[in-house]
């Protein structure tokens, strides 16, 4: 797991995705 994980959009995102 990266610090940035993208959502299910493709998105970056900070903060882990439930």
């Given at each position: 797991?990266?610090?940035l994980l993208h959502?299910?959009?493709g998105s970056?995102?900070?903060v882990?995705?439930?």
């Open positions: 797991d990266d610090g959502t299910t959009c970056p995102n900070y882990a995705p439930e």
